[in-house]
């Protein structure tokens, strides 16, 4: 089976080559790597043509941010499922993707595993095997850098909505969730993420973007969620406290 791996980069030439040396070093062969650079101006384009015969196709061009970039990755891969691992991070360890070809379920949509921080030792992000829609409605319960999801389903949902540049990652999984997407948790290491990035933002951006993707295009979600169980949440807080 063909796993498709995207990584997305700009000007971050360091975190790239750490990025497709880990990939490059994955002992399962059905991988195919896209590298999508944003016209970088460091030496990111150096160290692509160095690894050229590695990597299966590099777009270099100007884009609109993040999820444009994920965007374009993601429509020219030809894998059954695929994985977003950006500039900067790494698989657990060179055997990652072959494991995850043993646990898999190809009936799934969105396959996810878990997520480190940092490093080996760092901080491990184990997100639940079962998790109810109302669950993620204030908070990701999955990271995207640990997450296998099919193309078709990104077909069905129809990507990352680009105008969001905080949680269009969090909107593909919501968007996904009330499609009736089959999810599958599997007990394995699958990343180790850079700390940094775009989700270094503060709670209170997350939350508002949150709040604009649920009542555009998901307004009972948000309703429910703004009137009831946060309100409900802050209730239980105060009691608690």
């Known amino acids: 089976m063909l796993f498709s791996i995207v990584t997305i980069n700009y000007n971050n ?7 497709i040396e880990s990939v490059i070093s994955q002992t399962y062969l059905g ?3 896209i590298l999508i650079d944003g016209a970088s101006t460091d030496d990111s384009l150096l160290i692509v043509e160095s690894y050229k015969n590695k990597i299966s196709m590099c777009i270099s061009e100007p884009d609109k941010g993040v ?4 965007n374009k990755g993601w429509k020219i891969a030809k894998g059954k499922f695929v994985l977003f691992l950006n500039s900067g991070d790494i698989f657990a360890n060179s055997h990652v993707i072959s494991n995850v070809y043993k646990m898999i379920d190809k009936s799934a949509d969105i396959v996810y595993g878990c997520h480190l921080w940092g490093s080996i030792e760092g901080e491990r992000w184990n997100p639940k095997k079962d998790f109810k829609f109302r669950q993620i409605l204030n908070h990701t319960p999955i990271s995207h850098q640990a997450t296998f999801i099919k193309k078709s389903q990104l077909e069905k949902v129809g990507g990352f909505k680009e105008q969001y540049k905080i949680i269009a990652d969090w909107g593909v999984l ?3 969730m009330l499609s009736h997407a089959r999810l599958q948790k599997i007990s394995l290491d699958i990343c180790i993420a850079e700390i940094a990035g775009i989700s270094n933002v503060s709670e209170y951006e997350v939350m508002k973007e949150r709040n604009i993707y649920l ?10 969620n703004k009137y009831v169980i946060l309100p409900l949440l802050m209730l239980i807080k105060s009691v608690r406290s």
């Open 174 to 176: 919501v968007d996904s």
């Open 67 to 70: 999820y444009d970039a994920m």
């Open 31 to 33: 991988i195919e790597y």
């Open 13 to 19: 030439s360091i975190g790239l080559t750490r990025t």
């Open 215 to 224: 009542k555009r295009h998901h307004f009972i979600p948000f309703f429910v």
